[in-house]
């Protein structure tokens, strides 16, 4: 399988900064104070459970966040384009130029009422400048890069006609149109069964090695994480818990909710039928978070400070970092 010459020729991620990100909606803070570096060409999953933040914080970095929520503090650079100085059409513009979202849900991504092939040459077309005829043959040449082996046929399809799979491939082939420095994945394999998404993980690390793209993953599952990640980043109440390269998270996590993510992670996995699943006790914070530790409601280890003193992230080691009060008696 080869890849469209017009994309190959260069490489197209660039490093993507986060400093100091906060985002509200309403009185409600759902992200503060972030901040998250994700090196060229690398993959940085963000993980958590619902409520987290990771959503938000995708949202915010690609600038496609929903009415009501407004950055308040802190900048998103990709490359050296600080996406938080544009809004209106300059933001379209430079969004554009810069990052482009995978969304969950392929069948609601896509138009409907128009075939897979013209959507994707109409990026081509907006947003490469391709005459028509380029752009046609640019779309069907994205459909086979992203492993449709019908392009010609595929493209004149309208979205109810293709798999899952399939729905999701054509996605990618309309992200990566975009030529995009970063790509945020928000769970794009969650939909799919499970020898469905190892193709997609497949493709889209297939993708990221020969156009060095820079990604951005959102996904509540550890196995996913293991297969795709570079680094990771593990948020709970708005805040960043910890942020590591994937192996040390895997062996040295050292925050307590990072740890407990994975027992259940562990315990998912190697549990016998009927036997019942370890969970963290408790829930996420919902409306609010609590003073101090963000996670002192759930965690074992809470002691008189974790209600009242907010821990600020603390660097353990060259790229790892965690925010909690107790990390001499977590190793
Ligand atoms: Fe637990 Fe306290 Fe650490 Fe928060 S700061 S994770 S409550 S030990």
Known sequence: MTLSPEIT????????????????????????DVDLHVPAGTTTALVGESGSGKSTLALAASRLLPA?????????????VDLTTFSGEALREARGRTAAYLAQDASAALNPVIRVGHQIAEVHRVRNGADRAQADRLARQGLADVGIADPDRVARLYPHALSGGMRQRALIAMALAFHPRLLIADEPTTALDVTVQAEILGLIS?????????????THDMSVVAEIADHVAVLYGGRLAEHTDVL?????????????????????????PKEPFITIAGSPPVGGVPSGCPFHTRCGQ??????????????????????????????
């Not at 297939?206 to 959102?218: A, H, K, M, N, S």
Request: with cysteine.
């Open 9 to 32: 020729t260069s490489r197209l991620g660039s490093d993507v900064t986060i400093e100091n990100l906060s985002v509200s909606y309403g009185d409600f803070t759902a992200l503060r």
């Open 68 to 80: 009501g929520a407004r950055i308040t503090a802190g900048s998103v650079r990709v490359g050296d």
């Open 206 to 218: 297939r993708l990221q090695q020969e156009y060095g793209l820079t990604v951005i993953w959102i």
């Open 248 to 272: 040390t998270l895997f062996e040295k996590a050292r925050h307590p909710y990072t740890q407990a993510l994975l027992r259940c992670f562990q315990n998912g996995r190697a549990a016998q």
């Open 302 to 331: 809470a002691d008189a400070r974790c209600r009242t003193d907010l821990p600020e992230p603390r660097r353990l080691s060259a790229g790892h970092v965690a925010a909690c009060h107790r990390l001499e008696e977590t190793r």
